[in-house]
């Protein structure tokens, strides 16, 4: 049996007793270290666990799905995943892997950051599609999220932005030349995100259009969601763009239409209660 158990968003105990037994039992447990990140190390889930983890990156889990997918059919093998199983798409490869061998699965669901964004107060059921921010580079500046974002915006729902992680990545020259060398793991912050989406706003002004999202649409930034040490801050996009928030992971929402409810819970949150207030009332209903 392959199990795939989510391991929730903020540290070892955060793992359902369900999964934790099924880890107990397998002979190979790997932990998926590549889409997210818990608030604690490897070595601490091994201690709580009580089980040796194999670190499966993203090269073993695209490129070597076969050897983690070895003896499956005559032992129970785990694949674990911070927050829900399938809150990253990668992972739906590795089920029809499994079928495909004839191996059966189990997938044990945990609490992920699809879901736990409703701890700002935001309703998850006014939330339009996800959408992910990559790092920007010199020659290489994708706006394509910030339609996505509009288009939530014009219909009332907010957006849960996921913000970028370079974990085992490469340089283009060492790529290049074939050189096994990694860059040092990067997190995008609310931050980065913030002054990314500032800068696209003023691009699409230069070439004569008028944005649904400006300086001063309410957003809200998400730091550790789960850990004991979890952050959110509430404000303008420009506001936004100079808060800190800390460690990673950081998400972002970008809010549409609020209910008077939604408001409320996120002046608990703000980072400048009058500013808010003038902006955000003229987007409630």
Known sequence: MLYLVGLGLGDAKDITVKGLEAVRRCRRVYLEAYTSVLTVGKEALEEFYGKELILADREMVEQEADSLLKEADVCDVAFLVVGDPFGATTHSDLVLRAVKLGIPYKVIHNASIMNAVGCCGLQLYNF?????????????????????????????MHTLCLLDIKVKEQSLENLMKGK????????MSV??????????????????????????????GLARVGALDEKIASGTLQQLSTVELGAPLHSLIVTGTMHPLELEMLKLFSVDSSSFENNACQRTT
């Open 191 to 220: 931050n980065q995100a913030a002054e990314q989406l500032l800068a696209i706003i003023q691009n699409r002004r230069l070439q004569g259009e008028k944005p649904e999202i400006t300086e001063d649409t309410i957003c809200v």
């Open 180 to 187: 096994k060398i990694y860059e040092p793991p990067r997190y």
């Open 128 to 156: 339009g599609e996800t959408v992910s921010i990559v790092f920007w580079t010199d020659t290489w500046k994708p706006e394509s999220f910030f339609d996505k974002i509009e288009k939530n915006r014009q219909n009332g």
